[in-house]
């Protein structure tokens, strides 16, 4: 394999792949040699994208389980076939649980944040298949892995997310396909926007979107399967570790 180009003669579909860490990701995996469809409902941003990188555009809502296979169907025909997934699309939550709740707000942020993991999933595992296996790689967030009493059907999206990719990873072992998320903290995109003065005001520093993409590329190029890795200024991204945590096939009664 050309250690250059070590994803040469791949396809990779990439969700919300019209800006921040999408368009940085789809840019990487086209940079290690990977044919790329950028899915996005921002048409004019995502065939911006497909341009850069050489690849197609297909407008996509994550949350519309015909999209994502109408999005698998287009990638088999136009590319031959798909060997990777990043379902990367997602929005901010918008409302808690309390007097701001809002209904529409809330089935927006699951419908896209967790509904597209799982209806991607569901559309593209034939065409994994059909290649003898793949990769597949959801955003998720460090919002997954810790408590954000801020916001907090936000951090339940992301911890399903978690929970699915801790799951899936095994079960979809037998069949070559991996399963592994992605769990950045503040990164560069349009979901921290409303953030931004916070963040500046508190010194949090903002991760370049760029070393998300370059943690996507290592995870599709790697052989781990069921992983959570963690994106966080300061520190090397590497898979999270869940130490002592008692499965249900492990705990006793006493």
């Not at 595992?125 to 907090?152: E, F, K, Q, Y």
């Amino acid at each position: 394999m050309d250690g250059s180009a070590p994803l040469r003669g791949k396809v990779a579909i990439v969700t919300g792949g019209a800006s921040g860490l999408g368009r940085s990701t789809a840019l990487a995996l086209a940079g290690a040699g990977a044919e790329v469809v950028v899915a996005d409902l921002d048409v004019e941003g995502g065939r911006e994208v497909a341009d850069l990188v050489g690849g197609h555009f297909q407008a996509c809502d994550v949350a519309d389980l015909e999209a994502d296979r109408a999005l698998v169907e287009f990638t088999v025909e136009r590319c031959g076939g798909v060997d990777i997934a990043f379902l990367n699309a997602g929005v901010a939550t918008g409302c808690g649980v309390g007097d701001d709740f809002d209904l529409a707000r809330y089935r927006r942020a699951m419908g896209a944040n967790l509904d597209g993991v799982v209806f991607g999933t569901h559309a593209v595992l034939p065409a994994l298949r059909a290649r003898g296996g793949g990769s597949i790689v959801a955003t998720a967030s460090l919002a997954g892995l810790a408590a954000v009493p801020l916001d907090p059907l936000y951090a339940a999206n992301k911890h399903a997310v978690v929970g699915l990719a801790r799951s899936l990873g095994p079960a979809l072992a037998p069949d070559g396909v991996r399963f592994n998320a992605l769990c950045p903290g503040f990164a560069e995109s349009r979901i921290i926007d409303p953030l931004r003065g916070m963040l500046s005001e508190q010194g949090v520093p903002v991760i370049p979107a760029e070393v998300v993409a370059d943690t996507v590329v290592r995870i599709v190029t790697g052989d781990g399967t069921g992983e959570c890795w963690f994106v966080q200024a300061g520190r090397e991204p590497e898979p999270f570790r869940f130490r002592n945590v008692p499965a249900p096939g492990r705990l006793t009664h006493a």
